[in-house]
């Protein structure tokens, strides 16, 4: 991975967060991207203070001019972007009938128009390089649905079948495009989710206990290396078993 340029969204806090950290540590470039940019810088100068670079720059990836001040800047300061991991995102709870088309929009605006328009922006360098790595963070609940998290199912479920399908675009072209479906992982997002739904999901768990977000990153890091050569429109499960497929 050494050498890479890595923009990696939704990286303030949890899984994000420590993607940053693990490829940074792997030796790539990576912009570190997040909605507050106080926190994006916070994360780029640990990062920076391990030994490592990094930057940081603030931005709505639902928004296309964000995205493109993001991919701008990251070009700036490190080259073309040739590892692009997805993982901007947010939860929000609620039943199915108090959901409200905002919740619903914002939901999608975020998860996969977010999804899309990065992609979309770094994507042409890629092909004319004929390498890149894209990696989308889904869910699980993508794949079996959640109690109170219709909108939020969908969303991850659509990052998925983008997976698939741009893969099948690109592959040949030297672009590897893959997912991941965390379960539920010891992160902000999760622990705003009410202690009923937290504790009723941890007795569902073969594994007994919730991720951690490093054990992501992992996860994260393998796909970008080239160690992951022949996966190609993959879902991988790091779950805790709560899919098996």
Request: hydrophobic content about 50%.
């Amino acid at each position: 991975m050494a050498g890479e340029v890595a923009i990696v969204t939704g990286a303030g806090s949890g899984i994000g967060r420590a993607v940053a950290h693990r490829l940074a540590a792997g030796g790539m470039a990576v912009m570190v991207a997040d909605l507050s940019g106080e926190r994006a810088q916070a994360v780029a100068e640990a990062i920076v203070a391990a030994g490592h670079a990094a930057k940081a720059i603030a931005g709505d990836v639902s928004r296309e001019e964000d995205v493109a001040t993001i991919v701008a800047g990251t070009r700036a300061a490190f080259g073309d972007c040739g590892v692009l991991v997805n993982n901007a995102g947010f939860v929000h709870q609620a039943k199915f009938i108090d959901l409200t088309p905002q919740d619903f929009d914002r939901m999608f605006a975020v998860h996969v128009r977010g999804t899309f328009l990065c992609t979309h922006a770094v994507l042409s360098p890629m092909l004319e390089r004929r390498h890149g790595v894209i990696v989308n963070i889904a869910s699980q609940l993508g794949q079996i649905g959640g109690v109170e998290l219709v909108h939020y199912s969908a969303a991850k479920a659509a990052i998925m079948g983008m997976t698939k399908a741009l893969a099948r675009e690109v592959s040949a072209q030297g672009v590897r495009v893959n997912a991941l479906a965390p379960g539920p992982i010891n992160t902000p997002l999760v622990m705003a989710l009410s202690e009923d739904w937290r504790r009723a999901k941890a007795r569902e768990l073969p594994l007994g206990r919730f991720g951690e977000p490093d054990e992501v990153a992992a996860a994260v890091s393998f796909l970008a290396s080239s160690e992951a050569a022949l996966f190609v429109g993959q879902t991988l499960g790091p779950n805790s078993g709560d899919v098996m497929l």
